[in-house]
């Protein structure tokens, strides 16, 4: 008989074990970016109550160990303490067990950490009248197909600093998407294993990990916006003959507006930023479900150039680029290659996620084990075909359940700029997809495991 099955035989303590996702949905922010070189987490547990979690670790002498988390009076998972380091994983997990039986009834004492700020908010709960409220807000906060979402977005909240004093306040308004964009990225920084810093007054934030650190700056299209003051109706192709110039020029423009704007407030003279690499991370809300289809775009404005892929005689897949001196709109022209611009040599490189949007918080909540079991969402979309004479992506569906294989990185672009003074690492982000330009013209694309090209998420209720 093992030890843990001599300890349980006397009185069961109250925990279960848990996902990796679920853990890191509550907890991941609590973590050092120096712990990945001094330990390594093999299992993750809860406690019945949902008030205590923990992990199984192994150190560099073969040591196992437990570090324990429980939640402080902001409902934020911080750590307070380990069990004694053993030998076996064997007796790491009965050491846990009777830690998790002793912490019970001291637990209001050990969750005070003495810097909280007070009374959690409740990030659901409406600070303004219905009619000032976002239709997106409304719908997340009260429907059941959108329960997992909301769990994982509290849990993300609790440690999202708001420096402005208004995050919540806009999430719930104006500033719905805005907000969304940022705390996508503070969860996608954090998954990478990189400590966060949201600097006074800009840039938004300051990533720091093993490999290095640079600052990122949150950026959105938004609607465009009528005479009466309402979002106006976007503009699209009418017809299949004009979808190549819209996809070349329209497109194109309305990413130039937010990031020459971004460029123009030269947030490489910010304390924070100065002598560091500066990203631009771009999301597009222009119009319903507009970043499934606009982020091709964003590389030829970027580098000024377009990727024509043709067939040799012998079968065998081709690239030719063109040169793209101008984006042309109505009475709207822009210069085409942002990282040609004046300035822009300061910008290390962009970042977009086509699939970063409130579907993406629905799925990674489910994943992480939130929301209604009454719920079932179903993806669909396109992915890069691996093989490298491949001109079309594949399509996929499946199922999204608990455990999901799904990460925040998974569907990041990252377009790195030829001429930056303070190029962005990869390793920082090594699970994204890091496009650079050749000096041939081409764009090259390296990445690992499976890209999400597209994506749609259909929410079914019971």
């Not at 650190?213 to 976007?234: C, H, K, M, Q, Y």
């Amino acid at each position: 008989m093992s030890t843990l099955s001599k300890t349980s035989s006397k009185k069961r303590s109250p925990v279960r074990p848990i996902s990796r996702s679920r853990f890191d949905a509550l907890a991941a922010y609590a973590r050092s970016p120096m712990a990945m070189f001094l330990m390594h987490e093999l299992a993750w547990f809860e406690a019945a109550d949902g008030k205590t979690i923990a992990t199984i670790i192994v150190d560099t002498d073969d040591e196992y160990g437990a570090m324990i988390l429980v939640r402080d009076l902001d409902e934020r998972f911080r750590w307070i303490g380990a069990t004694d380091f053993v030998k076996t994983p064997e007796e790491a997990l009965a050491a846990l067990h009777r830690r998790f039986a002793e912490i019970g009834p001291d637990l209001d004492r050990l969750r005070v950490q003495g810097d909280e700020t007070g009374e959690p908010i409740d990030f659901f709960s409406p600070l303004s009248s219905e009619e000032k409220l976002s239709p997106d807000f409304i719908q997340v906060s009260s429907s059941q197909g959108f329960s997992a979402a909301r769990g994982i977005i509290s849990a993300l909240m609790r440690w999202n600093e708001d420096i402005d004093g208004n995050f919540v306040e806009q999430f719930q308004t104006t500033g719905f998407d805005a907000r969304l964009w940022e705390l996508y990225l503070f969860a996608a920084l954090t998954e990478a294993g990189l400590s966060i810093e949201r600097p006074s007054p800009a840039p938004d934030f300051l990533a720091r990990g093993p490999y290095g650190e640079f600052a990122l700056e949150a950026t959105t299209i938004n609607p465009s916006v009528g005479p009466d003051g309402n979002a106006a109706a976007s503009q699209r192709p009418r017809n299949e003959s004009e979808l190549a110039a819209y996809v070349q020029n329209y497109l194109p423009i309305r990413y130039a507006g937010p990031l020459t704007a971004k460029l123009h407030k030269e947030y490489w003279t910010k304390p924070a930023a100065a002598q560091k690499p500066l990203v631009f991370a771009i999301q597009d809300f222009h119009d319903t479900m507009s970043m499934t289809y606009s982020g091709a775009a964003l590389a030829t404005y970027l580098y000024g150039s377009t990727q024509e892929a043709n067939r040799d005689s012998a079968g065998l897949l081709t690239v030719t680029p063109r040169q793209i001196t101008e984006h042309k709109w109505g009475q709207k022209t822009v210069p085409s290659g942002f990282f040609s611009l004046p300035g822009a040599e300061h910008v290390s490189a962009v970042i977009f996620n086509s699939s970063a949007t409130i579907s993406k918080f629905n799925r990674m909540g489910v994943g992480a084990g939130f929301g209604s079991d009454k719920t079932v969402l179903i993806r669909k979309g396109l992915f890069t075909d691996p093989d490298p004479q491949a001109s079309e992506p594949l399509p996929y569906v499946h199922f999204v359940v608990k455990d999901d294989p799904e990460t925040w990185i998974e569907g990041m672009d990252i377009y790195h700029n030829p001429r930056a003074k303070h190029p962005l690492d990869p390793k920082l982000l090594p699970d994204a997809a890091h496009h650079r330009l050749m000096e041939d013209g081409r764009i090259e694309t390296q990445f690992r495991g499976w890209k999400p090209l597209q994506s749609w998420t259909s929410i079914m209720t019971f």
